[in-house]
């Protein structure tokens, strides 16, 4: 148990000072193209495991919803980094964002039934709400292409939008 | 004013509501039963324009549907899909 939490405390603590590299060292635009799409590639996993596991209506509906706009707001970044001409970069947030995900994922493989369900879609309110505080502390105000940071803005109210879904599916499951 | 008021019961319009980067435009509307309401959805993501307990409109990406106003009355309405995207309306009898 010590070594669970003490592996989540460092997992939570690496993300954070990625962050905060990120903070003080300002991303460039290659990698925060990058962060973003990373972050919806991981929502679409997330989703895919759900799925798979789940047999709960309201999850399995959430789920394909959000496999559905990721992967048209990826489709999106993509198009315009090969406009833009960008290579997107890896780096250390997307690295910890990566990190944190596999072992969110491996944690709810161990679950079934009402406890997956409500694991993947707590989990949902909380990674949404992390990447939508990234997105307004961090990728848009550091994008230099006005392209990318309005594909952001996009990306930002769309991440609200399934904050606020998942809260509602989580409360249905109560 | 009876004049203006045969004109307006005697035809029924239809008002469009384009929905862009997850946002109804415009977001509050006047109409009178009889309208039709068309959303015009200019975003890669599907939509839709659900009133809680009332009637539901699926609007798929890069597409337009529309419903025909039946009741009078203040609606809000929202996305089901993306519940930050909130549009009103207010429908009077013809």
């Known amino acids: ?174 | 004013m009876a004049l203006t008021i045969a004109a307006a019961s005697a035809k029924a319009e239809t008002i469009e509501v384009t929905i862009e980067k997850l946002v109804f435009s415009p977001a509050s509307i006047e109409a009178k039963v009889g309208d039709t309401i068309e959303w015009v959805n200019k975003d890669v993501f599907a939509h839709t324009a659900t009133v809680t307990g009332g009637w539901e409109v699926m609007i798929p990406p890069k597409t337009s549907a529309s419903l025909t106003l039946k009741r009078a009355g203040s609606f809000d309405y929202f996305c089901r899909f993306h519940p930050n995207m909130k549009g009103q309306m207010t429908v009077t009898s013809p």
């Open chain 1, 1 to 174: 148990m010590l070594i669970r939490s003490t592996t989540a405390l460092a997992a939570l603590f690496l993300l954070s000072t990625a962050m905060l590299a990120q903070a003080s060292d300002k991303p460039s635009d290659p990698q925060i193209a990058h962060i973003a799409y990373t972050a919806g590639v991981l929502d679409v996993e997330a989703a895919m495991q759900a799925l798979k596991k789940s047999k709960n209506k309201e999850i399995l509906d959430f789920a394909k919803d959000m496999v559905r706009d990721h992967e048209a707001v990826n489709k999106q970044a993509l198009d315009l980094v090969k406009k833009l001409n960008v290579t997107p970069e890896d780096n250390a947030t997307s690295k910890a964002l990566t990190k944190a995900a596999d072992e969110e994922r491996a944690k709810l493989a161990k679950l079934d039934g009402a406890a997956f369900d409500k694991a993947y879609v707590d989990n949902e309110v909380a990674y949404h709400k992390q990447v939508n505080g990234a997105l307004e502390t961090l990728l848009i105000p550091s994008a230099e292409n006005a392209e990318l940071k309005s594909l952001l803005e996009t990306g930002l109210k769309l991440f609200q939008g399934h904050e606020q879904h998942a809260e509602h599916v989580a409360g249905m499951l109560k």
